[in-house]
């Protein structure tokens, strides 16, 4: 069964730093595009970025370069997520997601992550 | 950017309705949309790629249809466990956007 599988729920202050999980298996991990979403609350799914764990090609919505970085490491099959200074505005829930086409940047988001919820509050 | 627009923002019908969602491209896209759908409380989970191809085991009382900039999803027979915000994609270039979403109740 292909699956991803996220880190669990983190709550942080502003300002701290924060990198979160999501680890694949049931597939060959390195051949698969991992996008990551954000949801905050009671709002709709947002695009974050994706990245080819092969060789840690990365691609940023503009709305996220420069916010979070998105790292890969296929040796032990996982995805990673990561903030360096937090803020109040980045409490949302967080999914990792594989494209569904081998080795195709321009594919479809199945399976998704179970989702980590990051909560920032001082 | 490529920008998605869903329309309308949420609806409320009957079971056994027809419902049709719409999304509309800002730029052609060709058939590179995706819907999913979002249960309340849960994971997002892919319904149609391809703009027409159902996913394995989703119901086939969902359908999708269009090209190039507009787009839409139909459900022919709304059921209660249908309930639910349905989200289209687009995955031709990056970012892949998503639309906003639209809220689907039961009348």
Redesign the interface.
Known sequence: EVQLVQSGAEVKKPGESLKISCKGSGYSFSNFWI?W?RQMPGK????M??IYPSDSYT?????FQGQVTISADKSINTAYLQWNSLKASDTAMY?C?R??GFGE???????????TLVTVSS | ?IQMTQSPASLSASIGDRVTITCRASQGISN?L?W?Q?KPGR????LI??ASTL?SGVPSRFSGSGSGTDFTLSISSLQPEDVA?Y?C?T???????????TKVEIK
Do not use: C, M, R
Request: hydrophobic share 30%; glycine share 16%; charged share 10%.
């Open positions: 996008a979403v709709g799914l947002e695009w970025g994706i691609k940023y919505s503009p709305s999914y997601a494209g569904d940047l321009s594919s479809p988001l199945d399976p998704w992550g179970q989702g | 950017d590179f995706a999913y979002q994971v997002p989970n892919l790629y391809g996913q915000t989200y994609q995955y031709n270039s990056v970012p892949h956007t998503f639309g906003g979403g």
